[in-house]
C-alpha cells in the first residue's frame, strides 16, 4: 500500500509502522503513473474542497473507495463506495473488496469511466463563465 499526500503529517515520506509505503507529497506529472499502477484508489478524507483527485483515479479506470462526507460524494457522483472514514471496518471491507472481488471492480470502474465522461475543463469554464455573468447582471 503506498499513500501519496501534501503537507499534512500523517502523509510525509518516510517509514510508516503498519507497512504503508509514505510518499509524500508527488509531482503532478507522475499523479497519473500512480493511478494506472494501482488495484484501487483510496480517499477516506474527512473534508476536501471537491474531490479532483477522485476523478482523476476514475478516468484512469481505476476502481475508487472514497468518503462519504464533505463534497466527495458530489465529485463521485454515484461512482464510488462511499464509507464512512470513522468506520474501519467498512473501509478496510471496501478497499480489499475494490482490489479483489473482479466483480464489483469491473463494477466502479465502468461506474468511474462513465461518471468522468462528461466532466472536462471546457465544460466547467463555461459554467464558471455563465455564473459570474449571471452575477454580474443582477
Request: proline share 7%; glycine share 12%.
Amino acid at each position: 500500500m503506498v499513500a501519496v499526500g501534501g503537507g499534512r503529517p500523517q502523509l510525509s515520506a518516510g517509514a510508516d509502522p503498519s507497512g504503508v509505503k509514505q510518499l509524500g507529497p508527488v509531482p503532478a506529472h507522475d499523479l497519473k503513473a500512480l493511478y494506472l499502477g494501482a488495484s484501487a484508489f483510496v480517499l477516506p478524507s474527512v473534508y476536501e474542497g471537491f474531490g479532483l483527485p477522485v476523478c482523476e483515479a476514475m478516468a484512469c479506470g481505476v476502481p475508487v473507495v472514497c468518503s462519504d462526507r464533505s463534497a466527495i460524494p458530489e465529485a463521485a457522483g454515484g461512482a464510488a463506495a462511499l464509507v464512512d472514514p470513522d468506520d474501519t471496518q467498512s473501509l478496510v471491507a471496501n478497499v480489499l473488496s475494490a482490489a479483489t472481488d473482479d466483480g464489483f471492480r469491473q463494477e466502479l470502474i465502468s461506474k468511474g469511466l462513465e461518471r468522468v465522461r462528461g466532466l472536462t475543463w471546457e465544460k466547467t469554464a463555461l459554467g464558471v463563465d455563465a455564473v459570474v455573468r449571471s452575477a454580474l447582471r443582477h
